[in-house]
T-cell receptor, first 115, second 115 residues
Framework: AQSVTQLGSHVSVSEGALVLLRCNYSSSVPPYLFWYVQYPNQGLQLLLK????ATLVKGINGFEAEFKKSETSFHLTKPSAHMSDAAEYFCAVSPNAGNNRKLIWGLGTSLAVNP | KAGVTQTPRYLIKTRGQQVTLSCSPISGHRSVSWYQQTPGQGLQFLFEYFSETQRNKGNFPGRFSGRQFSNSRSEMNVSTLELGDSALYLCASSLGPRGGIDTQYFGPGTRLTVL
């Protein structure tokens, strides 16, 4: 069975500092991996996704993530945090084959950006 | 192009009642998925519809049901409401039938409170 673990339910960084949000997955088949962001009182928005092409994936708003098969990780990074990055971030996994390709979600990481 | 719309945005019901939530996908999208989001459980997959057919279902009791119409609009129904059903219900649409692989576009959600 697939699962996703996001390490740290709350992360706090200073404006301009590196953002690192951790995601580890378990999957019996090669997965697709996603990062979504949720701003207060809004739905989720796709930041980026890994679909077995390049292992370093660039997304919107300056975010990127690297797929590391040996570590079963897909951590999200941004070199310099902005106040507008404060939000909830979700990592999700889906198998890239088979009939049951629903998304399995992590519990989320709340990012706070301090001035 | 208009985004995913969900109505109503807020609902207050009492235990034992039933409720129907509505979702209009992005024009041209034929797949609609529903999720329940709670602070303790995070995002949990309810079901997915494509071309009026349920393609996938999560682990929820039979009180939770849904349907999709020929214009791709979808409704979900919860009967005999329980306190634990209080949550944000999110709808997401995507172009094709590939479940979690396709990029999903989320609506703002319906906040259901059960008293």
């Amino acid at each position: 069975a697939q699962s996703v673990t996001q390490l740290g339910s709350h992360v706090s960084v200073s404006e301009g500092a590196l953002v690192l949000l951790r995601c580890n997955y378990s999957s019996s088949v090669p997965p697709y991996l996603f990062w979504y962001v949720q701003y207060p009182n809004q739905g989720l928005q796709l930041l980026l996704k890994y679909t077995s092409a390049a292992t370093l994936v660039k997304g919107i708003n300056g975010f990127e993530a690297e797929f590391k098969k040996s570590e079963t990780s897909f951590h999200l990074t941004k070199p310099s945090a902005h106040m507008s990055d404060a939000a909830e971030y979700f990592c999700a996994v889906s198998p890239n084959a088979g009939n049951n390709r629903k998304l399995i979600w992590g519990l989320g990481t709340s990012l706070a950006v301090n001035p | 192009k208009a985004g995913v719309t969900q109505t109503p945005r807020y609902l207050i019901k009492t235990r034992g009642q039933q409720v129907t939530l509505s979702c209009s996908p992005i024009s041209g999208h034929r797949s609609v998925s529903w999720y329940q989001q709670t602070p303790g459980q995070g995002l949990q997959f309810l079901f997915e519809y494509f071309s009026e057919t349920q393609r996938n279902k999560g682990n929820f009791p039979g009180r939770f049901s849904g349907r999709q119409f020929s214009n791709s609009r979808s409704e979900m129904n919860v009967s005999t409401l329980e306190l634990g059903d209080s949550a944000l219900y999110l709808c997401a649409s995507s172009l094709g039938p590939r479940g979690g692989i396709d990029t999903q576009y989320f609506g703002p959600g319906t906040r259901l409170t059960v008293l």
